[in-house]
């Protein structure tokens, strides 16, 4: 038992220091009745929308991990749009995407500082006229692909390193 605690000690301690050198994300989500398209096929709408709203909270976490110590993104998303279109298909709805529904996303950010001082801010209207002829079929069908590969590719032109300090 007690090989077991100290080899245990040395991994908590890394996985705590890990995570203090990254940096922090807050979503806020303002009037999400208003957005374009957050539905879902036959999934509980209610369920679906906190599903959706959880895995893009995960993705602005994870990306904010790549922010130096004491950064915090803040996202107050005001309109989302998912890819695709959500159709009656006999007696069920079904989600069609096709290059004709487009998805968008709409936010505004700041990038704080340690000392609530503010680094970086602005308003941001995602789309992606072309997301069906650069993506392949097998990485399309994880959850919001083409949303998270929008939020990607924002975060990289606008977080990397020498525009962050």
Known sequence: MRILRASLIPLFLLTTVGSAVAGESEVIWTDPDKYTDVRSGNENRKHFKERIFKSFEKHFAKLSQKLPEGKTLKINVTNVDLAGDVRFSS???????????????????????????????????????????????YKSSSDLYYEKRMINKWFKNNFIPDKID
């Open 91 to 137: 007696m069920q709805q079904i989600r069609i995407v096709k290059d004709i529904y487009i998805p968008r996303l709409e936010f505004s950010y700041e990038l704080v500082n340690a000392d609530k001082s503010l680094a970086a801010s602005g308003e941001v209207d995602l789309k992606d006229m072309g997301f069906m002829t650069s993506s392949s079929a």
